[in-house]
C-alpha cells in the first residue's frame, strides 16, 4: 500500500535557501507524493528558482497566496491543505530538510498504527549541515504522551514541531488548520487543538527524520509579536484545562510579562486570567504596584521595592 503522501511548503523569499529544501523532497525514497509550495508574496527571485522543479518534476506545484488570505505562514498552510488531494501530509518549511527515508518510513510506521490519527517522529536541529545537530525534537517517552505534551506546551515547551507529525487530512480538515490570527507559536496551538481531541503516537525511530534549521531563525522576533501572539494562544487554551495547565500557563506569563519587560501586558492577561478565575486579588494588589513603578520609572533605582514586589507577583 502505497498512500499520496501531500507535503505543504509556505515560503516567503528564501530563494537562497529554498533550493536545498526541495532537493530534499525530490530525494525521498517514496515517490508516491506531491509537494504544494505556498508563496506568501515573495519579492526576491524565489519563483526562478523554483521554476526549476516545477519543470523537472510534475510532482511539485506551485500557488500564489490568494488576496483574501491574511498574509502570513498560517494561511499559507491552511490554503495548501484545500488544494491537496493526498490523504496524509507533511508541513515542511521552506529552509528546513527531510531525511531521504522520510517518507518511506513515516507511511510504513503509520500503517502499523493505524488506529492513531496522527504520528510523532524526531526533528533535529542543526546549525549549517544536518551532521551538526544541537538538540532533537521528539525525543521525549512518557507514559501519559498526550497528556505530558499538553503540559509541555502550556509551559511554552515544544515537545513536538511543525515537521515532526505526519497528519491525516481529515484531522486537519476537521481542526480546521492554524490558525490563521497567529504569525508565530502557531505550529504549538494547532498540536494543542489536536492533542484535546485526537490520538497521537510517538514513533519508535531512534534517528530524526527532518532537520530544523537554526541560524536562519536566529533574528530575535519583536517582543510584542511574541506577547500578542501569546496572549491569541492562550485564550484559546485556557477554558476546561486541568489545574497542572493552569499553573504552567501562570508561570508563563509571569516570566513573558517580566523577562521581556512588558509590563504594560500584563493587565490583558490578567483580565484574561480573571475571566477564569485563576488570578488572586493579591495579584491585582502587586500587579498595580508594578505598574505604578514601571509607569514613573521607579524600577530603575535600588531600595524601592520593585524587585520584592515582582518576586512577590510571580510566587503567586
Known amino acids: 500500500m502505497t ?5 505543504i511548503i509556505p515560503t516567503y523569499n528564501r530563494a537562497n535557501l529554498i533550493t536545498e529544501t526541495l532537493n530534499s523532497v525530490l530525494k525521498q525514497t517514496y515517490f508516491n507524493w506531491e509537494c504544494i509550495i505556498i508563496d506568501d508574496g515573495s519579492t526576491d527571485n524565489s519563483l526562478v528558482v523554483i521554476q526549476k522543479y516545477l519543470n523537472k ?11 483574501y488570505k491574511k498574509k502570513g505562514p498560517s494561511s499559507c498552510r491552511n490554503y495548501g491543505i484545500e488544494k491537496v488531494t493526498g490523504d496524509y501530509i507533511i508541513f515542511l518549511d521552506s529552509d528546513d530538510l527531510l531525511a531521504i527515508t522520510c517518507l518511506e518510513n513515516r507511511i510504513e510506521f503509520a500503517m502499523q498504527n493505524l ?4 504520528w510523532i517522529f524526531k526533528m533535529a536541529a542543526f546549525n549549517n549541515t544536518i551532521n551538526n545537530f544541537e538538540f532533537v525534537y521528539e525525543n521525549i517517552i512518557a507514559k501519559n504522551e498526550s497528556l505530558f ?10 515537545p513536538f514541531v511543525i515537521t515532526g507529525p505526519l497528519w491525516k487530512k481529515s484531522v486537519l480538515v476537521e481542526l480546521d488548520g492554524f490558525n490563521e490570527q497567529m504569525t508565530m507559536i502557531e505550529d ?5 487543538r489536536a492533542l484535546k481531541k485526537y490520538r ?8 530524526p527524520d527532518c532537520f530544523y534549521r537554526l541560524n536562519n531563525f536566529a533574528a530575535k522576533r519583536p517582543v510584542k509579536l511574541e506577547l500578542e501572539n501569546a496572549f491569541v494562544f492562550f485564550n484559546c487554551h485556557l477554558n476546561n484545562i486541568d489545574r497542572d495547565l493552569l499553573v504552567s500557563f501562570k508561570k508563563t506569563i509571569n516570566n513573558l510579562i517580566f523577562e521581556n519587560k512588558k509590563y504594560n501586558y500584563f493587565i490583558r492577561f490578567y483580565i484574561l486570567g480573571n475571566k477564569l478565575g485563576i488570578l488572586s486579588n493579591n495579584k491585582i494588589f502587586f500587579g498595580a504596584l508594578i505598574l505604578i513603578y514601571k509607569s514613573f520609572g521607579f524600577d530603575k533605582f535600588k ?3 520593585y524587585y520584592r514586589f515582582k518576586k512577590i507577583f510571580n510566587n503567586f
Not at 498512500?3 to 507535503?7: A, Q, R, Y
Not at 497521537?200 to 534517528?207: D, H, I, M, P, R
Open 3 to 7: 498512500p499520496l503522501v501531500s507535503i
Open 57 to 67: 518534476d510534475s510532482r511539485f506545484l506551485y500557488l500564489l497566496r490568494p488576496d
Open 115 to 118: 488506529e492513531y490519527d496522527f
Open 149 to 158: 505534551c499538553k503540559k509541555e506546551f502550556m509551559k511554552g515547551n515544544h
Open 188 to 192: 504549538p496551538e494547532l498540536h494543542l
Open 200 to 207: 497521537l503516537k510517538f514513533s519508535n525511530y531512534t534517528e
Open 303 to 305: 531600595g524601592l521595592g
